[in-house]
């Protein structure tokens, strides 16, 4: 069974300060899918990344970056000189090799960028 | 390219009345779509794979009979609530994948919100 945990919540940060959003998934699967989301109050999801499991080069996008990580089943993610449109709630995903099999998503972590 | 529509957007139905939500590929052909809900202030659950052509395949616990789904054509997909009850409102979210490509993404739509009084 696959498996996403995201055990924050909620975060509040002020504007121009860096977070990380913490993301641990369980897999038996080798080749694996993990992805980022962010769902803003519109309720519509906006992809941000894949990445696949053979692949732990860290990314950067601009202010985004992520840090994958398999020794520790996690896939973290980064938002340096937050900002209010960063405001939303954010979920790390699975699916099994092929990508476009099924999610599992994680519980999501609302992040409030604060002025 | 790969944008996906939902209508309606928002609905609210009463009690015991069925509800019917599309789910359209507008820019390609979907060979598989997927429907999701979510609750407030929780995360995604995949109710059912839905493929064109072919019966949809439901998650565990999510009930065939109530939950009908319709993947008539590769740009479209249906979902019916039937006998709706208020713990069906929710948020329902599709999403399909593209024909044809060994995509990696789903291409999400924009949600459905379902308001059963």
């Known amino acids: 069974a696959q498996k996403v945990t995201q055990a924050q919540t909620e975060i509040s940060v002020v504007e121009k300060e860096d977070v990380t959003l913490d993301c641990v998934y369980e897999?038996?699967?080798?080749?694996?899918?993990l992805f980022w989301y962010k769902q803003p109050p519109s309720g519509e999801l906006v992809f941000l990344i894949r990445?696949?499991?053979?692949?732990?080069q860290n990314e950067i996008s601009g202010r985004y970056s992520w840090n994958f990580q398999k020794s520790t089943s996690s896939f973290n993610f980064t938002i340096t000189a937050s900002q209010v449109v960063d405001s939303a709630v954010y979920f790390c995903?699975?699916?099994?090799?092929?990508?476009?099999?099924?999610?599992?998503f994680g519980t999501g972590t609302q992040l409030k960028v604060e002025l | 390219g790969a944008v996906v529509s939902q209508h309606p957007s928002w609905v609210i139905c009463k009690s015991g009345t069925s509800v019917k939500i599309e789910c359209r590929s507008l820019?390609?052909?979907?060979?598989?779509m997927f429907w999701y809900r979510q609750f407030p202030k929780q995360s995604l659950m995949l109710m059912a794979t839905s493929n064109e052509g072919s019966k949809a395949t439901y998650e565990q616990g999510v009930e065939k009979d109530k939950f009908l789904i319709n993947h008539a054509s590769l740009t479209l997909s249906t979902l019916t609530v039937t006998s709706a009850h208020p713990e069906d409102s929710s948020f329902y979210i599709c999403?399909?994948?593209?024909?044809?490509?060994?995509?990696?993404?789903?291409?999400f739509g924009p949600g459905t919100r379902l308001t059963v009084t």
């Open positions: 897999t038996r699967d080798t080749t694996y899918y």
């Open positions: 999403s399909a994948r593209k024909y044809g490509q060994d995509s990696y993404e789903q291409y």
């Open positions: 820019d390609f052909q979907a060979t598989t």
């Open positions: 995903a699975l699916s099994r090799g092929g990508g476009g099999n099924k999610l599992t």
């Open positions: 990445r696949n499991s053979f692949d732990e």
